[in-house]
C-alpha cells in the first residue's frame, strides 16, 4: 500500500474524538478511590480500636507513607499515558519516598523494645490473610490503570506499567491500613512491603502485554 | 521542524479532533515527509517506509492524547521515537541467516509470471476483499495491522480474505488452461 492511500483513508474515515486529559483521568481514579474506601468503610471494615491506634506514631507512619506513595504513583502513571512526559522522575521519587519509609520504619521499631523473636513478630498466618487482601484491594485501582493505559498512549510503557502497579499496590495498601490491626514496624515493613512488591511487579510484568500501540 | 510550522500542525491536529478532514489530510501530508526525513536518519533504507506507516497510524489512532493547549512537536517527536524504539526491537528479535555462497539463484520469469497473474486474479475482487489479501496474504501484515490500515474491523478482515480466496479459487477453476 502506497503512503498516499493510506493517508486518503486515514483522512476520509476520520472521526471527531475527545482530547484525553490527565486532569479528567485523575479524576475518575480519585472517584473509583473514593468509593472503594466509603464501600470498605460502610462495611464495617476498620479496625474496632482506631481511637487508640491513632496514638501510635506507627500509625500515622503508615498512613503517610502509603498516602503519598499511591499519589505519587498514580499520578506518575496518568501522567505518563501522554507519550512526551516520562515517568523516571515519578519514579524515583517514589523509591526515594520507599526509602525514607524503610528509616522512619526502623526508627520506630527502635523505641519499640519488642520482646518476641523477629520470626514471631511476621506472625505468618495473619500477614498471609492480610497479603492476600492488600493485593484483591488494589486490583480495582490496576483494572482502571488498564483501561487508561490501553486509551493513552505510554511511549516507556514498562515504566508506566511499573509506575501503575506501584500506585495500585500503595492505594490497596492504604485502604486495607484502616483494618489492619497490626502495629509492629518489622510486620507492617515486611508484609505491606511483599503486599506492595507483588502487585507492582504483576503489574510491571503484565500491562506492558495488554498496552502495546 | 521550524516553530511556525510545528503551531500550524498543532492547529491541524485540533481541527483533526474535532473532525476536520481537509486539515488533517494536509497534516499527515507533512507529517509523512517529516517522517520520512526522521527515519532516513536513524534506519535501514528498506524499512523506512514501513515505519513512517505504522507511525501515521499511531497517529491516527492515538490522536486523541494530544492536547491542544500543549505544542505539537514533543508529542509528534515522542511517537515518532516511540515506533522507532518498536522497530529497532523488532529488528533485533528478526533472525536473519547468511546466505552460503554456493546458493543457486532460479530463474524468475515464473515469479514475475505469477505476480502479474495473480495481481490479475486478485483484481477481479471486491475492493475490500483485494486490500485484505493484498495486506495479510502478500505483504505479510497481521489481521490487525490489515483493520488499522484499512478501517476494516478485524473480523471483516478475516471474512474479506476468507470469501475472496474462495472467489478466487473459483475464478482459477473456471479458467481455461491455456489463460
Same mark, same amino acid.
Given at each position: 500500500m502506497t503512503s498516499e492511500y493510506l493517508l486518503d483513508e486515514l483522512a476520509s474515515g476520520l472521526t471527531p474524538v475527545r482530547s484525553r486529559s490527565a486532569r479528567r483521568d485523575g479524576m475518575v481514579l480519585g472517584a473509583l478511590a473514593m468509593v472503594e474506601l466509603a464501600l470498605f468503610v460502610m462495611m464495617g471494615c476498620t479496625r474496632p480500636d482506631m481511637g487508640h491506634a491513632m496514638t501510635e506514631p506507627s500509625f500515622w507512619w503508615k498512613l503517610a507513607t502509603l498516602g503519598l506513595l499511591a /499519589?505519587? &504513583?498514580?499520578? /506518575?502513571?496518568?501522567?505518563?499515558?501522554?507519550?512526551?512526559?516520562?515517568?523516571?522522575? &515519578?519514579?524515583?521519587? /517514589?523509591?526515594?519516598?520507599?526509602?525514607?519509609?524503610?528509616?522512619? &520504619?526502623? &526508627?520506630?521499631?527502635? /523505641?519499640?523494645?519488642?520482646?518476641?523473636?523477629?520470626?514471631a513478630r511476621l506472625e505468618w498466618r495473619a500477614g498471609l490473610a492480610c497479603l492476600f487482601s492488600m493485593v484483591m484491594l488494589s486490583l480495582p485501582m490496576l483494572i482502571a490503570l488498564t483501561v487508561l493505559m490501553r486509551r493513552g498512549a505510554p511511549a516507556h510503557r514498562r515504566e508506566s506499567a511499573l509506575a501503575a502497579g506501584l500506585g495500585a499496590a500503595a492505594w490497596g495498601a492504604f485502604v486495607f491500613f484502616f483494618r489492619c490491626g497490626h502495629d509492629d514496624p518489622l510486620y507492617i515493613v515486611f508484609w505491606y512491603g511483599l503486599g506492595c512488591g507483588l502487585t507492582a511487579l504483576a503489574g510491571r510484568a503484565l500491562l506492558p502485554l495488554v498496552t502495546r500501540w | 521542524m521550524r516553530e511556525d510550522e510545528a503551531d500550524q500542525w498543532g492547529a491541524w491536529m485540533a481541527a483533526a479532533q474535532g473532525g476536520h478532514g481537509g486539515a488533517y489530510r494536509r497534516l499527515l501530508g507533512e507529517l509523512r515527509q517529516w517522517l520520512l526525513r526522521y527515519f532516513a536518519r536513524r534506519l535501514p533504507p528498506a524499512q523506512v517506509e514501513d515505519a513512517v506507516q505504522e507511525t501515521l497510524i499511531a497517529i491516527h489512532e492515538k490522536r486523541h492524547t494530544y492536547d491542544p493547549a500543549r505544542p505539537f512537536r514533543p508529542w509528534l517527536a515522542a511517537v515518532a521515537r516511540y515506533k522507532w524504539i518498536d522497530r529497532l526491537r523488532a529488528m533485533g528479535r528478526e533472525r536473519t541467516d547468511a546466505l552460503p555462497d554456493t546458493i543457486g539463484i532460479e530463474d524468475h520469469e515464473s515469479g514475475v509470471t505469477s505476480a502479474v497473474l495473480l495481481r490479475d486474479l486478485i483484481a477481479r475482487l471486491k475492493p475490500a476483499q483485494q486490500q485484505a489479501i493484498r495486506l495479510v496474504k502478500l505483504d505479510g501484515y497481521s489481521v490487525e495491522e490489515a483493520s488499522a490500515r484499512t478501517g476494516q474491523s478485524p473480523s471483516l478482515v478475516k471474512v474479506n480474505i476468507h470469501r475472496g480466496l474462495k472467489q478466487l479459487a473459483a475464478i482459477v477453476g473456471q479458467s481455461p488452461d491455456d489463460e
Amino acid at each position: 500500500m502506497t503512503s498516499e492511500y493510506l493517508l486518503d483513508e486515514l483522512a476520509s474515515g476520520l472521526t471527531p474524538v475527545r482530547s484525553r486529559s490527565a486532569r479528567r483521568d485523575g479524576m475518575v481514579l480519585g472517584a473509583l478511590a473514593m468509593v472503594e474506601l466509603a464501600l470498605f468503610v460502610m462495611m464495617g471494615c476498620t479496625r474496632p480500636d482506631m481511637g487508640h491506634a491513632m496514638t501510635e506514631p506507627s500509625f500515622w507512619w503508615k498512613l503517610a507513607t502509603l498516602g503519598l506513595l499511591a /499519589t505519587i &504513583g498514580l499520578a /506518575t502513571a496518568v501522567r505518563s499515558l501522554d507519550p512526551s512526559v516520562a515517568p523516571h522522575r &515519578g519514579l524515583r521519587w /517514589t523509591a526515594w519516598l520507599a526509602g525514607s519509609a524503610l528509616l522512619i &520504619g526502623w &526508627g520506630i521499631d527502635a /523505641t519499640h523494645h519488642a520482646s518476641a523473636t523477629l520470626f514471631a513478630r511476621l506472625e505468618w498466618r495473619a500477614g498471609l490473610a492480610c497479603l492476600f487482601s492488600m493485593v484483591m484491594l488494589s486490583l480495582p485501582m490496576l483494572i482502571a490503570l488498564t483501561v487508561l493505559m490501553r486509551r493513552g498512549a505510554p511511549a516507556h510503557r514498562r515504566e508506566s506499567a511499573l509506575a501503575a502497579g506501584l500506585g495500585a499496590a500503595a492505594w490497596g495498601a492504604f485502604v486495607f491500613f484502616f483494618r489492619c490491626g497490626h502495629d509492629d514496624p518489622l510486620y507492617i515493613v515486611f508484609w505491606y512491603g511483599l503486599g506492595c512488591g507483588l502487585t507492582a511487579l504483576a503489574g510491571r510484568a503484565l500491562l506492558p502485554l495488554v498496552t502495546r500501540w | 521542524m521550524r516553530e511556525d510550522e510545528a503551531d500550524q500542525w498543532g492547529a491541524w491536529m485540533a481541527a483533526a479532533q474535532g473532525g476536520h478532514g481537509g486539515a488533517y489530510r494536509r497534516l499527515l501530508g507533512e507529517l509523512r515527509q517529516w517522517l520520512l526525513r526522521y527515519f532516513a536518519r536513524r534506519l535501514p533504507p528498506a524499512q523506512v517506509e514501513d515505519a513512517v506507516q505504522e507511525t501515521l497510524i499511531a497517529i491516527h489512532e492515538k490522536r486523541h492524547t494530544y492536547d491542544p493547549a500543549r505544542p505539537f512537536r514533543p508529542w509528534l517527536a515522542a511517537v515518532a521515537r516511540y515506533k522507532w524504539i518498536d522497530r529497532l526491537r523488532a529488528m533485533g528479535r528478526e533472525r536473519t541467516d547468511a546466505l552460503p555462497d554456493t546458493i543457486g539463484i532460479e530463474d524468475h520469469e515464473s515469479g514475475v509470471t505469477s505476480a502479474v497473474l495473480l495481481r490479475d486474479l486478485i483484481a477481479r475482487l471486491k475492493p475490500a476483499q483485494q486490500q485484505a489479501i493484498r495486506l495479510v496474504k502478500l505483504d505479510g501484515y497481521s489481521v490487525e495491522e490489515a483493520s488499522a490500515r484499512t478501517g476494516q474491523s478485524p473480523s471483516l478482515v478475516k471474512v474479506n480474505i476468507h470469501r475472496g480466496l474462495k472467489q478466487l479459487a473459483a475464478i482459477v477453476g473456471q479458467s481455461p488452461d491455456d489463460e
